[in-house]
């Protein structure tokens, strides 16, 4: 079954520690996203690929990174310089203008 | 701009009963593309439904419908016959398409719904 696939479900980190979330998707959809939710505020954009090799940020980008090595993933860096990273992280693939955003399962991150 | 609003944080329904989820939508474009996501516990956003700015047609699948009114900007969400199986977050979002380039998704803050048995 093609799909999204986000791991690990639940991460532990340090304050002042880099991490990669991965997301992986066999639906071979050009674009993907990630988004950050918290309580109470729906979901924001953090970065955005639209093809391979191409990325662009999105509306709270500051203190992560991303790269679009290959179609199939797009992973996410935390680093130390976002300041509240405690959050639930979902990634999103789109097939062409007009479709829908498809969601991996989400990781929710814990930093202490 | 783009803005979407979903003014009730939280629904509580007893089984059986109809519940209507609201989202009132702001947007400078003329054509855009509206969207309705499940979120259950298991943390995945569902994808719902699509509507586009020119079809007004209220859509029914299943114990689902959706009404949509340009005039008021909104595009609510109505489940019939609830089931313990909705309770769920549901998310509204809007998609502009008239400002080329990347087209982004705005969503709603989210309306929590839980059906009791």
């Known amino acids: 079954d093609g799909g999204i696939t986000q791991s690990p479900k639940y991460l532990f980190r340090k304050e002042g520690q880099n991490v990669t979330l991965s997301c992986e998707q066999n639906l071979n959809h050009d674009a993907m996203y990630w988004y950050r939710q918290d309580p109470g505020q729906g979901l924001r954009l953090i970065y955005y690929?639209?093809?391979?090799?191409?990325?662009q940020k999105g509306d709270i980008a500051e203190g992560y990174s991303v790269s679009r090595e290959k179609k199939e993933s797009f992973p996410l860096t935390v680093t130390s310089a976002q300041k509240n990273p405690t959050a639930f992280y979902l990634c999103?693939?789109?097939?062409?203008?007009?479709?829908?955003?498809?969601f991996g399962n989400g990781t929710r991150l814990t930093v202490t | 701009a783009q803005k979407v609003t979903q003014a009730q944080t939280e629904i509580s329904v007893v089984e059986k009963e109809d519940v209507t989820l609201d989202c009132v939508y702001e947007?400078?474009?003329?054509?855009?593309?509206l969207f309705w996501y499940k979120q259950p516990p298991s943390g995945e956003l569902v994808f719902l439904i699509r509507?586009?700015?020119?079809?007004?047609q209220n859509e029914i699948s299943g114990r689902y419908s959706w009404n949509f009114q340009k005039s008021t900007s909104s595009f609510n969400f109505t489940i019939t016959a609830s089931q313990v199986v909705d309770s769920a977050v549901y998310f509204c979002a809007l998609r502009g398409m008239n400002s080329g380039g990347y087209q982004k998704v705005t969503f709603g803050t989210g309306t929590k719904l839980q059906v009791i048995p």
């Open positions: 509507r586009n700015s020119f079809d007004e």
């Open positions: 947007t400078r474009d003329t054509t855009y593309y």
């Open positions: 690929s639209q093809i391979v090799n191409d990325f």
């Open positions: 999103a693939s789109r097939s062409g203008e007009d479709s829908p955003l498809h």
